[in-house]
């Protein structure tokens, strides 16, 4: 089949417009897919996304941890993760210390997960400055995504790059 000029412009119009609706679903997508949510046996789901986390008191941390490629420093700005985890509210369970029985899971896009410990961060326990950060890293490095910031830990295993979930159980 031919088609004249007329039939190509229209052609090319609908393809135009085909690519833009598609790409625009991408675009939404992948800005969807940037932020995070803080979920569980909580009384409020967290959408962690930017307006939320500036929105709080920003903490900044200094680690250095050992990796496979050698020891490894950073300055990393972000949020406390208590801070995050009391304004989602923990449903709290009946029993003495019941809150010690929670943990959470944080789980990165690429799928690597690792667990704390409620008594972790409670500051009327351990108090570690857990960070849910959104900007640091190596000098001069910003980030795209949250990074979840152990302080203290000897090795970074538990620094979890791109995190899209956090899970209150």
Not at 52 to 67: A, G, H, M, R
Not at 115 to 127: N, S, W
Request: proline share 4%; net charge negative; charged share 20%.
């Amino acid at each position: 089949m031919l088609l004249d000029a007329h039939g190509m412009r229209l052609s090319s119009v609908i393809i135009a417009i085909f690519l833009s609706v598609a790409l625009a679903d991408v675009h939404a997508w992948s800005e969807a897919s940037e932020t995070a949510a803080l979920e569980g046996a909580v009384k409020q789901r967290l959408i962690l996304d930017e307006t939320l986390l500036k929105s709080l008191t920003p903490v900044t941390v200094d680690v250095t941890f050992e990796s496979a490629q050698g020891k490894k420093s950073g300055c990393y700005t972000g949020v406390l993760f208590w801070t995050l985890l009391e304004k989602a509210e923990p449903i709290e369970r009946p029993g003495k210390n019941a809150n010690l029985k929670h943990t959470l899971l944080i789980t990165g896009r690429d799928g690597y997960a690792v667990a704390l410990a409620i008594g972790e961060i409670d500051p009327h326990y351990e108090g570690k400055q857990v960070v849910v950060a959104y900007t640091g890293g190596e000098p001069s490095a910003s980030m795209v995504s949250l990074r979840l910031v152990v302080p203290g830990d000897v090795h970074g295993g538990r620094n979890v790059r791109d995190v899209a979930k956090i899970e209150l159980r």
